[in-house]
Antibody, heavy 120, light 110 residues
Framework: QVQLQESGPGLVKPSETLSLTCTVS????????WSWIRQPPGKGLEWIGY???????NYNPSLKSRVTMSVDTSKNQFSLKLSSVTAADTAVYYC??????????????WGQGSLVTVSS | QSVLTQPPSASGTPGQRVTISCSGS????????VYWYQQLPGTAPKLLIY???QRPSGVPDRFSGSKSGTSASLAISGLRSEDEADYYC???????????FGGGTKLTVL
């Protein structure tokens, strides 16, 4: 079955860049869309953006100026970079597979999540 | 503040039927399917309902979804202790050109 696993530093200093990678197993990344979602401690879910294997992206307008997503089909991985982070970016970051249909919020499966804390 | 509005909490006793509401707008729920996610304590969200009223394989038929206009509901019948979790609704939003989530509802089984 398809499995996703986030990896990256758990601690990032303010003003620096948060970098996470999601490794996909059990399915080729060259299908579907691949998403990033985050959840601040004790709070709800926030969509960050998604990327297609071709490299086309769609970002949340509230984060667009700071977000970059990329895909590496040779490694079956996709990545997230969030620049100029502040304490407000402290959250559990999830990667998930998104359905192919336009306008869908079909997200399945999800990775287990990676807690990133922004602190000096 | 979330674009989709959910009650922060809900509760019920074992065996009861509970419903969780989700209110949106014409650019979100009014124009698109609704999705529901279940997040058990300490775990990642799991897809519970898609296309407003469809269950993925493996989801018990105790869970059902419905949509009317700019609102949607998740119903859980025959409540069990293992249903205690946070539930999130989601929908595509044309204003955002992306998905929006509700703030989540914490379900307590008394």
């Amino acid at each position: 079955q398809v499995q996703l696993q986030e990896s990256g530093p758990g601690l990032v200093k303010p003003s620096e860049t948060l970098s996470l990678t999601c490794t996909v197993s059990g399915d080729s990344i060259s299908s579907y869309y691949w998403s990033w979602i985050r959840q601040p401690p004790g709070k709800g879910l926030e969509w960050i953006g998604y990327i297609y294997y071709s490299g086309s992206t769609n970002y949340n307008p509230s984060l667009k100026s700071r977000v970059t997503m990329s895909v590496d089909t040779s490694k079956n991985q996709f990545s997230l970079k969030l620049s100029s982070v502040t304490a407000a970016d402290t959250a559990v970051y999830y990667c998930a597979r998104r359905g192919a249909a336009a306008g869908t919020v079909w997200l399945d499966p999800w990775g287990q999540g990676s807690l990133v804390t922004v602190s000096s | 503040q979330s674009v989709l509005t959910q009650p922060p909490s809900a509760s019920g006793t074992p065996g009861q039927r509970v419903t969780i509401s989700c209110s949106g707008s014409s650019s979100s729920i009014g124009s698109h399917y609704v999705y529901w996610y279940q997040q058990l304590p300490g775990t990642a969200p799991k897809l519970l309902i898609y296309s407003s009223d469809q269950r993925p394989s493996g989801v018990p038929d105790r869970f059902s979804g419905s949509k009317s206009g700019t609102s949607a509901s998740l119903a859980i019948s025959g409540l069990r202790s293992e249903d205690e979790a946070d539930y999130y609704c989601a929908a595509w939003d044309d204003s955002l050109s992306g998905p929006v989530f509700g703030g989540g509802t914490k379900l307590t089984v008394l």
